[in-house]
């Protein structure tokens, strides 16, 4: 009776070294989605800046989303991309509130 055999006997020299995660680099687009995200909420009363803050935050958020998914293991940073991306959302859902409000009185 033979054991069986390991499939990653087969593999051709070490395997791909990762840094520590203390060492990886984290997307620039989360670290901007994420001070975009927070100014369009707090500047959110000023008409139309929270809204355009939002959108920018947003849209970066999705991009480092996306290079973050595309190499999960050598990008850090999902949750700081997330927590920009949903403060844009609510920076614009606030900056339209706070115009719909102007705009009734």
Known sequence: MSTPRDPMDDLDGPAPQVPPREEL????????????????????????????????AT???????????????CLPGRGMALTGTALGYAGIAFGVAWILLLTQV
């Not at 958020?61 to 293991?73: E, F, M, N, V, Y």
């Open 25 to 56: 680099q984290r997307p620039l687009w989360a670290v901007i989605s994420l001070a975009l995200g927070g100014l369009s909420i707090g500047l959110g009363f000023v008409p139309y800046l929270g809204i355009v803050l939002g959108a920018i």
């Open 59 to 73: 849209v970066l958020g999705h991009g480092a989303l996306r290079q973050i998914d595309q190499h999960p293991h």
